[in-house]
Antibody
Framework: QVQLVESGGGVVPPGRSLRLSCAASGFTFSSYAMHWVRQAPGKGLEWVAFISYDGNSKYYADSVKGRCTISRDNAKNTLYLQMNSLRPEDTAVYYC??????????WGQGNLVTVSS | QSVLTQPPSVSAAPGQKVTISCSGSSSSLGNNFVSWFQHLPGTAPKLLIYDNNKRPSGIPDRFSGSKSGTSVTLGITGLQTGDEADYYCVTWDSSLSAVVFGGGTKLTVL
């Protein structure tokens, strides 16, 4: 059974850093591209970042470009999102998503990040 | 302002049919496949349609997808109260080199 479990969220002051993790199980993690998607309170879904199955290709939303880094460790079946210089508008539930566009799409349950002093 | 445009809300009575539109551009919907997700608050979004008009196993044929040019449409027939949720279209935008979501449509089953 496919499982994606996010962790690492919490309350962080503006300007600080946070690293989200997503532990994958139930499928061959190294064969799939992965994404981070977020939803701010009262807002719609917003794509954050993409990483190819082998980690060689990465893309970012303009809203996080230069502040966030997506990475993966295929040996540990884990996806990461390093977020720096956090802003209040980064407050959201962050979802780890397998192969977002296509038949293989699967979402985690999400992890809340709150940026507040 | 989302790259893909959806109506903020739609509504219909139980048993009726509703359609949700999603319009984009040649670099998004015009040349790339679209997926549709159903999202209930507090839960993981659920894949309803992929590759514009295909249903994953387990999704009833009450849900359908279609495409015309730079627009796609999600159709839901035989509406049930359990269909009340937010619905999102999503695709790749070749010009932006980014994934783009529609703003989401809230479905109310009256």
């Amino acid at each position: 059974q496919v499982q994606l479990v996010e962790s690492g969220g919490g309350v962080v002051p503006p300007g600080r850093s946070l690293r989200l993790s997503c532990a994958a199980s139930g499928f061959t993690f190294s064969s799939y591209a992965m994404h981070w998607v977020r939803q701010a309170p009262g807002k719609g879904l917003e794509w954050v970042a993409f990483i190819s199955y082998d980690g060689n290709s990465k893309y970012y939303a303009d809203s996080v470009k230069g502040r966030c880094t997506i990475s993966r460790d295929n040996a540990k079946n884990t996806l990461y999102l390093q977020m720096n210089s956090l802003r209040p508008e980064d407050t959201a539930v962050y979802y780890c998503v397998r192969d977002l566009i296509g038949i293989n799409a699967r979402w985690g349950q999400g992890n809340l990040v709150t940026v507040s002093s | 302002q989302s790259v893909l445009t959806q109506p903020p809300s739609v509504s219909a009575a139980p048993g009726q049919k509703v359609t949700i539109s999603c319009s984009g551009s040649s670099s998004s919907l015009g040349n790339n496949f679209v997926s549709w997700f159903q999202h209930l608050p507090g839960t993981a979004p659920k894949l309803l349609i992929y590759d514009n008009n295909k249903r994953p196993s387990g999704i009833p044929d009450r849900f359908s997808g279609s495409k015309s040019g730079t627009s796609v449409t999600l159709g839901i027939t035989g509406l049930q109260t359990g269909d009340e949720a937010d619905y999102y279209c999503v695709t790749w935008d070749s010009s932006l080199s980014a994934v783009v979501f529609g703003g989401g449509t809230k479905l109310t089953v009256l």
